[in-house]
């Protein structure tokens, strides 16, 4: 556990050393209101699974790292995240060969990494991706912003230091009007790196059509795997299958 500077931030990661020192290490890239503490023992079962190092960091606003003061952020916010801050945390961390491993947020932040700068990564694990806007992830986000403060609140703060900062960062940027403009499948036609994509049939942020434009548009090899009894949060859905189908695809890679 530690702290490091990146693009101007001061970020919170923790490193889990693997096995196999020659192995790529996996960056782990948490969702929208994520952090390291929120991934569980995901990281620690896919080192083992693996032989793998795990790298996983939380983004500004989100648990202890640099918080979030000014909300809605930018629509392209997850594109800036993976073009202006991505290369310079695998800088800071000393990574130059890695497996990109992200969830829904952190998972576009991976894919639009890829079709940009994909300079070190090897592959790229997509859990529950987004590139553009559905009304079911609106409708979604809806319900829970309106829950915010009757209890969910309380339940953000034991892993988010500054928890305003990183729910309202996150809920009030997707709901802000200008976010129908959102779309990242620009990358995609560059995105060349072998690539999964997961994602549960019970999503209730996004429809299989997220799936769908990734294998249609993707310059480079891509596997699409669907979970039955698996909503948005596939690590804690399906921790299992989860670890042994990411574990599979890294085996091919090292």
């Not at 790196?193 to 294998?215: A, F, M």
Request: charged share 20%; with cysteine; glycine share 10%.
């Amino acid at each position: 556990m530690g702290f490091l500077k990146a693009a101007g931030q001061r970020l919170h990661f923790e490193l889990i050393e693997g096995a196999n020192p020659s192995a790529p290490t996996l960056v782990m890239l948490h969702h929208g209101l994520g952090c390291v503490e929120l991934w569980y023992d995901t990281p620690q079962k896919l080192s083992d699974a693996t032989g793998c190092s795990v790298f996983t960091y939380s983004r500004q606003g989100y648990g202890q790292s640099e918080p979030c003061t000014k909300w809605p952020r930018s629509v392209r916010y997850m594109q800036d995240e993976a073009i202006e801050v991505l290369p310079h945390v695998l800088e800071a961390a000393g990574l130059d060969d890695v497996i990109l491993v992200g969830h829904s947020d952190g998972a576009t932040i991976a894919l639009v990494y890829g079709g940009n700068e994909p300079k070190g990564v090897r592959g790229i694990v997509a859990i529950a991706p987004h590139f553009f806007l559905e009304d079911i992830c609106t409708r979604a986000i809806t319900k829970i912003d309106a829950a915010y403060e009757n209890g969910l609140k309380q339940k953000l703060a034991r892993y988010h230091t500054h928890v305003d900062g990183a729910f309202y960062g996150w809920s009030k940027s997707w709901l802000q009007p200008d976010f129908v403009n959102f779309n990242t499948e620009e990358y995609l036609p560059t995105l060349q790196v072998p690539t999964l994509g997961i994602q549960g049939l019970d999503d209730e942020y996004g429809t299989l059509k997220q799936l769908e434009c990734l294998e249609e548009k993707a310059g480079g090899p891509v596997e699409i795997v669907t979970l039955a009894d698996c909503g948005h949060m596939a690590h804690r859905d399906q921790p299992e299958k989860l670890v042994e189908l990411i574990s599979g695809f890294v085996r091919k890679l090292i």
